[in-house]
């Protein structure tokens, strides 16, 4: 059973740095995509960024773009989510999730993962 575990949430003031891990427990995840995603309360979970197996690849969603960035160490078994001039719109749980993919692709559709952490809060708020 794949089980991930997010940390390094919290409280941050607009304009700040947050730096989120994602780390794997009971199996080696280098084979696998790993998404973040993140809920506000009343909206659908979204995609935020993506980073392929090889780690040599990434996506991000536009309203993040510039401002995130994703990294993994696969030999640490975790996955970095590096979030600076962070904004109250930023606010949610964020997730992580894995995903075979071919090919080491990307995806940023949250219904493609079949494997979530149990989130992290991030606020932003002066």
């Known amino acids: 059973q794949?089980?991930?575990v997010e940390s390094?949430?919290?409280?941050?003031?607009?304009?700040?740095s947050l730096t989120l891990s994602c780390a794997a427990s009971e199996?080696?995840?280098d084979g696998y995509t790993i998404g973040w995603f993140r809920q506000a309360p009343g909206k659908e979970r979204e995609g935020v960024s993506c980073i392929n197996?090889?780690?040599d690849r990434t996506t991000y969603a536009d309203s993040v773009k510039g401002?995130?960035?994703?990294?993994r160490d696969n030999a640490k078994n975790t996955v970095y989510l590096q979030m600076s001039?962070?904004?109250?719109?930023?606010t949610a749980v964020y997730y992580?999730?894995?995903v075979y993919l071919p090919f080491s692709g990307l995806s940023l559709r949250p219904a493609?993962?079949?494997?979530?952490?149990?989130?992290?809060q991030v606020t932003v708020s002066s």
């Open 2 to 4: 794949l089980q991930l």
């Open 8 to 16: 390094g949430g919290g409280l941050v003031q607009p304009g700040g």
């Open 27 to 29: 199996f080696t995840f």
């Open 53 to 55: 197996s090889r780690g």
């Open 67 to 71: 401002r995130f960035t994703s990294s």
């Open 85 to 90: 001039s962070l904004k109250p719109e930023d």
């Open 96 to 98: 992580c999730g894995a």
């Open 112 to 120: 493609q993962y079949p494997y979530w952490g149990q989130g992290t």
